[in-house]
């Protein structure tokens, strides 16, 4: 199972989100072709609300907690409460790191 699915699977059942997108940056990073270390999370979930950001990005990192200890090395996060997500215009892209 890619790293992709694993983080995919691991929030879905974590926070059962109402929206989620799990976005492979790793081409964008000076990591070998394949590489799965690198990755974009835009979520909106119930169990934000009322939280502020820091609060919901632990949420995140505690649910992906072994895959940070097995070789992700980067996740950018875009966190929403259902409400926020549906006024949600835009999701900035990401930096290429690459030179």
Request: with cysteine; glycine share 4%.
């Amino acid at each position: 199972m890619s790293v992709e699915q694993i983080i995919t699977e691991k929030l879905t059942a974590a926070l059962s989100p109402s929206h989620l997108e799990v976005i492979n940056e790793s081409h964008n990073h000076h990591v070998p072709p394949n590489s799965e270390t690198h990755f974009k999370v835009i979520i909106a979930c119930d169990s934000f609300e009322g939280k502020r950001l820091l609060a919901r990005h632990r949420t995140v990192n505690e649910a992906l907690a072994a895959e940070f200890a097995n070789g992700l090395h980067a996740l950018s996060m875009h966190t929403f409460t259902p409400a926020e997500w549906a006024q949600e215009a835009d999701i900035p892209s990401s930096p290429k790191c690459k030179g």
